[in-house]
């Protein structure tokens, strides 16, 4: 195109050097443009500039898409994927962040290298396509882009564009095509990409599918007027979408803080209900314990119990014992007293005895009456022949009587003796059966008054006995009343702390909540403040120079103003805000009344002017949210973002 209008070049290229220099300051056009500004022709190196444009434009979107979408497309879409580039400053968190599935350049290039395994396979498709592209293709036109892709260095393309040996345009193009094909599959990627923008109609041959990017066909038909509009509006399309993104991103945040809010709320539960189970626990253990101690005391208290049984089973048995040999020895006191009884009596008895004189005297008096009586009855015998004298006769009959009467006498002793025998016979028998009684009547007075003794001594220690059961039923009733009085007053300081404890967590609740509602706020603050930074901004680009430069500085001074007031009152960030929307309302109006009365023909010189507010506003962006550490620097930018393909 540009070699079929040769005379417009020269106004387009004046017209891109301008817009360079604008772009420059916005650190949008890439550094490394400069030498190739300075050797290509315009129409060519406009061409370059918009890819360059897009491709800062894709990189400051690539900083607020999230990554996570970028990682799923990742796996499609390998080859085709740019490289992060930071561009503008986000207002939110730094990260690096893909394109999304509206971007056409990269998504195209990812659905077309979804069709392909290898790179074998994508570069034989591309052979059987070798004629037609040796034909068709002219490698001065896509060897800038090429370059700028790092798929071609220096060399290359010298070998390329000035070989002496390589005189045709179907042996260059053949040339830079095994070139490309050594590079492997970010070449072919670089390639298509090529195609796509200087060739849609064999891209579409090639791949099958429609070109996204037609920037190439712009730059021809309109002139430096449609070029400074598309700029602009390209630019502001990106602008929106990077607050609309930012605005996303801020939401986010705000939700990651209530998130991390209900996540604190949630931790608290967990501690305490950890908390009320190590007190469980601790409980269930100390229950155990108490439990085990109980039975231990238990244990001990039946064997003091069982020892102190058969210490009383003992001490009876002693004083059954003792109660036993007492008997014994009362019994061996009687036998003693009745055998000292007998051994007096037999001594008296033996006192008693006629004596040895009066038993020999009796002796010989028994036997002098013996020989009288032998003398006697020799007389008699003597005098047997005078028998029938009277005299005899009588004397016979004297002495037979006297005999009967002494038989008589001696019969009525020996009765009398033996009466008497039976008397002192049943006399003895009378003592000693008197005695007898006697020893029964000491030995049951005796029992009587042990028994008497041990009931009394029973008596006594069921008394005591008594007196302890009273005691101890006293004691234990204390006891009782003082468990249940330490029960109750354990259970209403549990009570109570569970109260406290509770009220506590409401407390603590209450507070995440305020923190969570604060945050909420604060958010709510944040986005409506920069709708109110971003309505002014459009005002702005609507008014003329002279009311933007009187606008911008109020308006910092309205948002630092509100930031102070911000931390000065954080209990009312709804006041703050409502003060913020008064203040900005007189300047909003004002720019409107300003930009109403605006000619068309100034329309041109508004757009131009736009570049100088775009930088006042990202400065103003830098105060608000405080994220940017330094200069961007676009060194290393390529016009494909190819670097992630490298190693693939």
């Known amino acids: 195109m540009g070699v079929q209008r040769p005379k417009q070049g020269h106004s387009v290229g004046g017209g891109i050097l301008r817009c360079r220099q604008s772009l420059k300051r916005l650190h949008i056009f890439p550094h490394t443009y400069q030498g190739d500004l300075d050797r290509e022709s315009p129409g060519h190196l406009l061409r370059e500039w918009l890819q360059g444009l897009e491709k800062a434009g894709r990189a400051a979107l690539a900083e607020l898409v999230p990554r996570s979408e970028h990682q799923r497309r990742g796996g499609r879409a390998r080859a085709g994927e740019a490289s992060h580039l930071p561009v503008l400053d986000s207002p939110g968190p730094s990260m690096q962040l893909s394109l999304p599935a509206a971007l056409p350049p990269i998504a195209a290039v990812a659905a077309t290298m979804s069709d392909y395994e290898n790179e074998d396979q994508c570069w034989s498709t591309l052979e059987s396509f070798r004629v037609k592209l040796i034909s068709v293709i002219d490698p001065s036109r896509i060897t800038p882009y090429l370059r700028q892709c790092k798929v071609l260095n220096p060399d290359d393309e010298e070998q390329v564009l000035s070989d002496p040996n390589l005189v045709i345009r179907k042996r260059k193009v053949g040339v830079l095509l095994d070139i490309l094909q050594r590079t492997g599959h970010k070449g072919y990627v670089a390639f298509l990409e090529s195609l796509e923008l200087y060739y849609p109609q064999l891209y579409k041959k090639v791949t099958g599918k429609e070109p996204t990017r037609v920037f190439s066909m712009i730059i021809d038909a309109s002139g430096e007027s449609g070029l400074t509009q598309l700029l602009m509006s390209e630019v502001l399309k990106l602008q929106r979408k990077v607050q609309d993104l930012s605005q996303l991103l801020s939401s986010k945040d705000d939700l990651i803080k209530e998130l991390r809010v209900k996540d604190s709320l949630l931790r608290k539960h967990q501690e305490r209900v950890q908390r009320l189970k190590e007190e469980c626990e601790a ?58 009884r007998h051994t007096l009596k037999l001594r008296h008895a033996m006192e008693q005895r006629p004596s040895q004189e009066l038993l020999w005297e009796l002796q010989q008096e028994k036997t002098l009456l013996q020989a009288r009586v032998q003398e006697l009855e020799a007389t008699v015998q003597e005098g047997k022949p005078d028998r029938s004298s009277p005299y005899i006769q009588v004397l016979e009959e004297d002495w037979r009587q006297a005999l009967r009467g002494q038989q008589e006498q001696a019969s009525t002793i020996l009765s009398l003796r033996k009466d008497l025998r039976q008397g002192e016979a049943l006399r003895a028998r009378c003592m000693e059966e008197k005695e007898m009684f006697e020893l ?17 001594a029973i008596l006594q220690q069921m008394e005591e006995v008594a007196i302890e059961r009273d005691q101890a039923i006293a004691t234990r009733e ?89 931390l000065a009152n954080k209990d009312s960030p709804q006041q703050s805000f409502v003060a913020l929307q008064e203040e900005q309302l007189p300047l909003t109006t004002n720019g409107a009344g300003l930009s109403g009365g605006e000619p068309p023909e100034k329309e041109r010189r508004r757009l131009k002017e736009s570049f100088e507010n775009y930088r006042r506003k990202r400065a103003l962006r830098k105060m608000q949210h405080c994220s940017r550490q330094g200069e961007v620097d676009w060194e290393n930018t390529t016009g494909s973002d190819n670097t992630d393909t490298e190693g693939s």
């Open 440 to 456: 029964q009547c000491l030995a049951l007075r005796k029992d009587s008054k042990m028994y008497k003794d041990r009931i009394e």
């Open 478 to 566: 204390e006891l009782h009343a003082q468990h249940s009085r330490s029960l109750q007053e354990k259970d209403t300081l549990r009570k109570q702390v569970r109260e406290l404890a509770e009220k506590a967590d409401e407390l603590q609740l209450q507070l995440f909540q305020r923190e969570g509602q604060l945050l909420a706020l604060e958010g709510r603050l944040k986005r409506q403040q920069l709708d109110m930074l971003v309505l002014s901004s459009d005002l702005d680009d609507s008014s003329p120079r002279n009311s933007q430069e009187l606008s911008l500085p109020l308006d910092l001074e309205a948002v630092q103003l509100s930031d102070k007031g911000g």
């Open 283 to 340: 409980g269930s253990h100390e229950l155990k314990r108490c439990k085990d101690e109980n039975y231990d005391l238990a244990m001990r208290l039946a064997r003091q119990i069982e020892e102190k049984g058969a210490a009383l089973m003992r001490s009876r048995d002693l004083q059954l014992e003792i109660e036993r040999l007492k008997h014994s020895l009362m019994k061996a006191e009687d036998d003693c007293r009745v055998e000292r």
